[in-house]
């Protein structure tokens, strides 16, 4: 069991910078990994996967915001983090970071492959 804490959510106008992270606690065993990837769902949107990072050491981004965001994570303190840069109107969403119990982590944008979900983070771009 793994429990998943955003932060660094807020209300920027456009253009603006964010950085959320997402810490995780709870099972430390080992013989477990969790893959890792932060989602967002704006009112009326399906939820869509924003970044992930994969095994291999690649990144992943949602094609709307790759040049502008960054995965990135502090093993040390179980948090990843994302750094978000040029913020759109668009990128208005609640954000959520999410974990799946894996040997290999591929990276994908699948909500139903994640077992565990924090209570989300708010970003709020405006003009």
């Known amino acids: 069991q793994v429990q998943l804490v955003e932060s660094g959510g807020g209300s920027v106008q456009t253009g603006g910078s964010l950085r959320l992270s997402c810490t995780a606690s709870?099972?430390?065993?080992?013989?477990?990994?969790?893959?890792l990837t932060w989602f967002r769902q704006a009112p009326g949107k399906e939820r869509e996967g924003v970044a992930s990072?994969?095994?291999?050491?690649?990144?992943y981004y949602l094609g709307s915001v790759r040049d502008r965001f960054t995965f990135s994570q502090d093993n040390a303190k179980n948090t990843v983090y994302l750094q978000m840069t040029n913020l759109e109107l668009d990128d208005t969403a609640m954000y959520y970071c999410?974990?799946?119990?894996?040997?290999?982590?591929?990276?994908?944008?699948?909500?139903?492959?994640?077992?565990?979900w924090g209570q989300g983070t708010q970003v709020t771009v405006s003009s």
């Open positions: 990072l994969a095994t291999d050491g690649n990144t």
């Open positions: 709870g099972n430390t065993d080992s013989r477990y990994h969790y893959c």
């Open positions: 999410a974990a799946a119990l894996a040997t290999w982590c591929t990276g994908n944008f699948m909500p139903d492959r994640y077992d565990f």
